[in-house]
C-alpha cells in the first residue's frame, strides 16, 4: 500500500479549509467548507471525505493529517473551559488577583483586566517551600495537599494547575504533587507549571499552568474524537497538530499541552507565506492572512517568520498590552486584527461607521450567504463593489444573494448615514482597510521596519480581495497572490517542521555562568525534545541554542543566539558583544551595564516538507469578460474578469482586473502591472 498523500486542515472561525498533497501523483487540491461551530470535527470529516473522492485517494493512502484549531482561543474567549483548581504555595494564594499590580489604561478609571481563569476560592496554599537557589527550605506537606484537592473534587474541580514557588529552579515538589495526584485521583488531569512553562516569574508561570489546565480537557476529547472519526474513515495514519510558534506536534504533546496551540491556525498561514518569500527569493515580505473572522500580519524576513516567547491571551482591549492573561510560550509575531469577511458593520452611538470586531462568522454568516445573517459585513460590500462573482463564489456551491445583502447595508449604513449604497460598500471597505493598515503599521514600527520596503503576500478567502488597497494605502510597490490562496493556511501546515520548543531558567551574571551546569540543561533539553519527536534518523534533528539575556536591574529580556555546540567553549566576552548587537539593533542604542542571562532555550526540528503548490492552467480562455468594479481611489471603472485557472505562465495584463478561484478573488487598479508566474502565482507590481 502506498502511503503519500498528506492532508492539512484549518478550522477558522468562519471556513474549514483543506489541501491534499500526493508527490507520487504530482497532486495538490484544495477544500474550503464552512466551520461547523457546535462540532468542529465535522467539518473535518466531511471536508477530508470530499477530497479523498474528489482525488479518487483511497483513505488508506494517507500518510498524514497535520490540523490546527482555534478551539483553544474560542474556549479561552467564551469562557468556556473546565472548573479549575490552583495549588500554589502557601501565603501565595493571591498571585492570579494581584497580576502585575498595573492598570493597563490609566486613562479609563473603569478598566478591569481580564478576569483570572481560576476564582479565588479554587486557589489553595500548602506548605512547602524551594528558595530561589533551589534548596529545599520547608518540605512539602502532603497530607495538606491531599485534602486541598478532596475539597476541590468537593466544589466540582475539573482539572488541577501546580504552580509553586520556584519550581523553575527545582521542580521535585511539584513532581511530587503529581504522583500524589496520580494515586488519589487518576482521572483527574493534573498541569505543573515546571512542565508547561519552566521559567522564571510566578504570575506568568502560574496563569499559563492554569490555561493549560483550563482547556486540557476539552481538547483531550476533541482530539480524540477526531482521531476516532478518523479511523472510521478509515484513515490510519498520523495526526499531528499545529503549535503556535509555526512547528507541528504529535497528538499526545497536543494533548498534554494544549496552551501551546493557542495561536496554532494563525502560525500556519506565516509559516506558509514564509515558503512563498523563499521561493520567490523575497527578502522581506508582509504575510497578509484575511480570513472571515479577522486579519492577520506578520513580519517575514529571510524567509522566516518572526518568533517571540510571550503572549496574552484574552485580552479584554486587543490593542491594549496588560488587559489579557499572560501566557509564556513560543508563538508566531503577529498582530491580529478583527477585521475579517465577516465583520459586522453599523454606525456608532457617534454616527461613525465602526467595522468589527463582532462578526457574523460562519453561522449565521454574512447576509448574502442567505443562511440567516441580517447585519451587513465586510463580503457584503465587497459583492456590492464587483469584487465577488454571485454565481461563481465556491466554485458556485454558495450562490450569494446580491439583493438581500444591498438591503441589509441600506438599511444599517446607508440610510443612518445619508448614503447611496456604492458609497456605504466603499465606506465599509474602507474603514477595514484602514483598520488593517494602522495595525499593520503599528506592528512594523515596533520593529523599527518601513512598509515600503517590504512585498505584500495576500491569502486566505479575504486577503486577495483586500489585498490592493492595504497595500496602497501602506505604499507597498509589490503584492503577491499565490495560486489557491483561499487556502494557503492549510497549505502551512503541510510545509511547517516538526519541533519543539524547550526553555528552562537558570539566572546568572554572564561572567558568572556555569557553563557545565548548563550544557547539562541542554543535554536533558535535547533529550526529551529528541523524544518527542521520536526520528526514524536522529540525525536529522536540528538544534538552535539561544538565550534570553538583559543588563542587570532590568525586567524584560531579549533573545540572542548562542555560538557553536559546545557550550563550555563558550566566549563570555563574544555573547556580550552578540547581546550588545541584539540590542542595538532592536533599541537603537546600548547601556553600560553588566549582563545577565535569565532563560536558556532550545529549538529542536526535523526538516519540513518541500510542497510546490503546482497547478497546471486548465485549457480555455482565461478572459471571462469585463464587469463594473469599484477601485479604491479611482472610483467604479470597467474591469477585465480572469480565470485563474486558465492562466498561461508568463501572461502579462495590465490592471484594472479582476481575477477568480473557487475560494477567493482579487482585483487590481488601472496603475497595476500583472504577472503570472509559473505555479500561476500572480506578481503584481503597483504604480504610484
Same mark, same amino acid.
Given at each position: 500500500?502506498?502511503?503519500?498523500?498528506?492532508?492539512?486542515?484549518?478550522?477558522?472561525?468562519?471556513?474549514?479549509?483543506? !489541501?491534499?498533497?500526493?508527490?507520487?501523483?504530482?497532486?495538490? &487540491?484544495?477544500?474550503?467548507?464552512?466551520?461547523?461551530?457546535?462540532?468542529? @470535527?465535522?467539518?473535518?470529516?466531511?471536508?477530508?471525505?470530499?477530497?479523498?473522492?474528489?482525488?479518487?485517494?483511497?483513505?488508506?493512502?494517507?500518510?498524514?493529517?497535520?490540523?490546527?484549531?482555534?478551539?483553544?482561543? @474560542?474556549?479561552?474567549?467564551?469562557?468556556? *473551559?473546565?472548573?479549575?483548581?490552583?495549588?500554589?504555595?502557601?501565603?501565595?494564594?493571591?498571585? !492570579?488577583?494581584?497580576?502585575?499590580?498595573?492598570?493597563?489604561?490609566?486613562?479609563?478609571?473603569?478598566?478591569?483586566?481580564?478576569?483570572?481563569?481560576?476564582?479565588?476560592?479554587?486557589?489553595?496554599?500548602?506548605?512547602?517551600?524551594?528558595?530561589?537557589?533551589?534548596?529545599?527550605?520547608?518540605?512539602?506537606?502532603?497530607?495538606?495537599?491531599?485534602?486541598?484537592?478532596?475539597?476541590? +473534587?468537593?466544589?466540582?474541580?475539573?482539572?488541577?494547575?501546580?504552580?509553586?514557588?520556584?519550581?523553575?529552579?527545582?521542580?521535585?515538589?511539584?513532581?511530587?504533587?503529581?504522583?500524589?495526584?496520580?494515586?488519589?485521583?487518576?482521572?483527574?488531569?493534573?498541569?505543573?507549571?515546571?512542565?508547561?512553562?519552566?521559567?522564571?516569574?510566578?504570575?506568568?508561570?502560574?496563569?499559563?499552568?492554569?490555561? @493549560?489546565?483550563?482547556?486540557?480537557?476539552?481538547?483531550?476529547?476533541?482530539?480524540?474524537?477526531?482521531?476516532?472519526?478518523?479511523?472510521?474513515?478509515?484513515?490510519?495514519?498520523?495526526?499531528?497538530?499545529?503549535?503556535?510558534?509555526? *512547528?507541528?506536534?504529535?497528538?499526545?504533546?497536543?494533548?498534554?499541552?494544549?496552551?501551546?496551540?493557542?495561536?496554532?491556525?494563525?502560525?500556519?498561514?506565516?509559516?506558509?507565506?514564509?515558503?512563498?518569500?523563499?521561493?520567490?527569493?523575497?527578502?522581506?515580505?508582509?504575510?497578509?492572512?484575511?480570513?472571515?473572522?479577522?486579519?492577520?500580519?506578520?513580519?517575514?524576513?529571510?524567509?522566516?517568520?518572526?518568533? $517571540?516567547?510571550?503572549?496574552?491571551?484574552?485580552?479584554?482591549?486587543?490593542?491594549?498590552?496588560?488587559?489579557?492573561?499572560?501566557?509564556?510560550?513560543?508563538?508566531?509575531?503577529?498582530?491580529?486584527?478583527?477585521?475579517?469577511?465577516?465583520?459586522?458593520?453599523?454606525?456608532?452611538?457617534?454616527?461613525?461607521?465602526?467595522?468589527?470586531? +463582532?462578526?457574523?462568522?460562519?453561522?449565521?454568516?454574512?447576509?448574502?450567504?442567505? +443562511?440567516?445573517?441580517?447585519?451587513?459585513?465586510?463580503?457584503?460590500?465587497?459583492?456590492?463593489?464587483?469584487?465577488?462573482?454571485?454565481?461563481?463564489?465556491?466554485?458556485?456551491?454558495?450562490?450569494?444573494?446580491?439583493?438581500?445583502?444591498? $438591503? %441589509?447595508?441600506?438599511?444599517?449604513?446607508?440610510?443612518?448615514?445619508?448614503?447611496?449604497?456604492?458609497?456605504?460598500?466603499?465606506?465599509?471597505?474602507?474603514?477595514?482597510?484602514?483598520?488593517?493598515?494602522?495595525? %499593520?503599521?503599528?506592528? !512594523?514600527?515596533?520593529?523599527?521596519?518601513?512598509?515600503?520596503?517590504?512585498?505584500?503576500?495576500?491569502?486566505?478567502?479575504?486577503?486577495?480581495?483586500?489585498?490592493?488597497?492595504?497595500?496602497?494605502?501602506?505604499?507597498?510597490?509589490?503584492?503577491?497572490?499565490?495560486?489557491?490562496?483561499?487556502?494557503?493556511?492549510?497549505?502551512?501546515?503541510?510545509? %511547517?517542521?516538526?519541533?519543539?520548543?524547550?526553555?528552562?531558567?537558570?539566572?546568572?551574571?554572564? %561572567?558568572?555562568?556555569?557553563?557545565?551546569?548548563?550544557? *547539562?540543561?541542554?543535554?536533558?533539553?535535547?533529550?526529551?525534545?529528541?523524544?518527542? #519527536?521520536?526520528?526514524?534518523?536522529?540525525?536529522?534533528?536540528?538544534?538552535?541554542?539561544?538565550?534570553?539575556?538583559?543588563?542587570?536591574?532590568?525586567?524584560?529580556?531579549?533573545?540572542?543566539?548562542?555560538?557553536?555546540?559546545?557550550?563550555?567553549?563558550?566566549?563570555?566576552?563574544?555573547?556580550?558583544?552578540?547581546?550588545?548587537?541584539?540590542?542595538?539593533?532592536?533599541?537603537?542604542?546600548?547601556?553600560?551595564?553588566?549582563?545577565?542571562?535569565? @532563560? &536558556?532555550?532550545?529549538?529542536?526540528?526535523?526538516?519540513?516538507?518541500?510542497?510546490? #503548490?503546482?497547478?497546471?492552467?486548465?485549457?480555455?480562455?482565461?478572459?471571462?469578460?469585463?464587469?463594473?468594479?469599484?477601485?479604491?481611489?479611482?472610483?467604479?471603472?470597467?474591469?477585465?474578469? &480572469?480565470?485563474?485557472?486558465?492562466?498561461?505562465?508568463?501572461?502579462?495584463?495590465?490592471?484594472?482586473?479582476?481575477?477568480?478561484?473557487?475560494?477567493?478573488?482579487?482585483?487590481?487598479?488601472?496603475?497595476?502591472?500583472?504577472?503570472?508566474?509559473?505555479?500561476?502565482?500572480?506578481?503584481?507590481?503597483?504604480?504610484?
Amino acid at each position: 500500500m502506498s502511503r503519500t498523500a498528506r492532508i492539512g486542515v484549518d478550522v477558522g472561525g468562519t471556513f474549514t479549509d483543506l !489541501l491534499l498533497h500526493d508527490p507520487a501523483r504530482d497532486l495538490t &487540491w484544495p477544500g474550503k467548507l464552512p466551520t461547523t461551530p457546535h462540532a468542529p @470535527n465535522e467539518a473535518i470529516t466531511v471536508g477530508i471525505a470530499r477530497l479523498l473522492a474528489e482525488t479518487g485517494t483511497p483513505a488508506g493512502d494517507v500518510a498524514g493529517v497535520v490540523h490546527g484549531t482555534t478551539l483553544v482561543t @474560542n474556549t479561552l474567549l467564551e469562557r468556556t *473551559g473546565a472548573v479549575v483548581g490552583l495549588l500554589t504555595t502557601r501565603g501565595f494564594r493571591d498571585t !492570579l488577583e494581584m497580576g502585575r499590580e498595573i492598570r493597563f489604561d490609566t486613562t479609563d478609571l473603569h478598566a478591569r483586566p481580564a478576569r483570572p481563569l481560576v476564582p479565588r476560592h479554587l486557589s489553595r496554599g500548602v506548605a512547602g517551600r524551594i528558595a530561589a537557589d533551589g534548596a529545599e527550605l520547608e518540605p512539602l506537606d502532603e497530607d495538606e495537599v491531599l485534602a486541598r484537592v478532596r475539597e476541590f +473534587r468537593a466544589q466540582g474541580v475539573e482539572a488541577v494547575a501546580v504552580a509553586l514557588l520556584h519550581s523553575y529552579r527545582d521542580d521535585k515538589h511539584e513532581r511530587r504533587v503529581r504522583e500524589l495526584l496520580a494515586r488519589a485521583h487518576p482521572d483527574l488531569p493534573v498541569t505543573l507549571s515546571s512542565a508547561v512553562a519552566p521559567v522564571i516569574g510566578e504570575y506568568e508561570r502560574a496563569s499559563t499552568a492554569c490555561l @493549560n489546565a483550563y482547556v486540557q480537557p476539552l481538547m483531550a476529547r476533541y482530539l480524540d474524537a477526531l482521531r476516532d472519526d478518523l479511523l472510521a474513515m478509515g484513515v490510519d495514519a498520523p495526526l499531528h497538530i499545529m503549535l503556535s510558534g509555526g *512547528g507541528v506536534t504529535t497528538l499526545d504533546d497536543a494533548k498534554e499541552f494544549p496552551v501551546r496551540l493557542l495561536e496554532s491556525g494563525p502560525a500556519a498561514g506565516a509559516i506558509a507565506a514564509a515558503a512563498v518569500a523563499r521561493r520567490l527569493g523575497e527578502p522581506d515580505a508582509l504575510s497578509f492572512d484575511m480570513g472571515g473572522t479577522t486579519a492577520k500580519i506578520a513580519i517575514v524576513s529571510g524567509g522566516r517568520v518572526r518568533r $517571540k516567547h510571550d503572549f496574552e491571551a484574552g485580552r479584554v482591549d486587543k490593542f491594549k498590552p496588560g488587559s489579557g492573561l499572560p501566557v509564556r510560550l513560543t508563538v508566531a509575531d503577529m498582530i491580529e486584527i478583527g477585521s475579517g469577511g465577516g465583520s459586522i458593520a453599523a454606525p456608532d452611538p457617534l454616527g461613525l461607521l465602526k467595522v468589527g470586531p +463582532r462578526s457574523a462568522g460562519s453561522v449565521p454568516g454574512p447576509v448574502a450567504y442567505g +443562511r440567516g445573517g441580517e447585519h451587513p459585513t465586510v463580503t457584503d460590500a465587497d459583492l456590492l463593489l464587483g469584487y465577488l462573482d454571485p454565481a461563481t463564489f465556491l466554485g458556485g456551491e454558495m450562490r450569494l444573494r446580491t439583493a438581500e445583502a444591498g $438591503k %441589509a447595508v441600506d438599511r444599517d449604513v446607508a440610510g443612518p448615514l445619508g448614503l447611496d449604497r456604492t458609497g456605504a460598500a466603499a465606506g465599509i471597505v474602507e474603514v477595514a482597510t484602514a483598520s488593517m493598515a494602522a495595525a %499593520a503599521r503599528m506592528h !512594523l514600527s515596533e520593529h523599527g521596519r518601513d512598509p515600503a520596503g517590504f512585498a505584500l503576500i495576500a491569502f486566505g478567502g479575504a486577503g486577495p480581495v483586500h489585498a490592493y488597497g492595504l497595500a496602497k494605502q501602506l505604499k507597498i510597490g509589490r503584492i503577491i497572490v499565490p495560486m489557491r490562496a483561499g487556502v494557503m493556511s492549510a497549505y502551512g501546515f503541510l510545509v %511547517a517542521a516538526p519541533t519543539v520548543d524547550q526553555v528552562r531558567s537558570l539566572p546568572s551574571p554572564l %561572567a558568572e555562568v556555569e557553563w557545565g551546569r548548563v550544557d *547539562g540543561l541542554y543535554d536533558e533539553m535535547s533529550a526529551h525534545a529528541t523524544a518527542v #519527536l521520536r526520528p526514524e534518523h536522529p540525525e536529522l534533528v536540528r538544534f538552535r541554542r539561544s538565550a534570553d539575556m538583559r543588563y542587570v536591574g532590568q525586567g524584560f529580556d531579549i533573545e540572542v543566539g548562542l555560538p557553536g555546540a559546545d557550550l563550555t567553549r563558550i566566549d563570555a566576552g563574544r555573547l556580550h558583544r552578540d547581546f550588545e548587537e541584539t540590542y542595538r539593533a532592536t533599541f537603537g542604542r546600548c547601556l553600560d551595564g553588566p549582563v545577565e542571562v535569565v @532563560n &536558556w532555550r532550545l529549538s529542536a526540528r526535523l526538516p519540513g516538507h518541500d510542497v510546490v #503548490l503546482r497547478c497546471d492552467p486548465v485549457p480555455g480562455e482565461a478572459r471571462r469578460g469585463e464587469r463594473e468594479v469599484w477601485i479604491p481611489g479611482h472610483g467604479r471603472l470597467r474591469a477585465g474578469v &480572469w480565470d485563474r485557472y486558465r492562466l498561461r505562465p508568463g501572461t502579462e495584463i495590465a490592471g484594472p482586473a479582476v481575477f477568480e478561484e473557487r475560494e477567493s478573488s482579487c482585483c487590481f487598479g488601472p496603475e497595476c502591472r500583472i504577472r503570472v508566474d509559473a505555479d500561476l502565482t500572480l506578481l503584481v507590481d503597483v504604480g504610484p
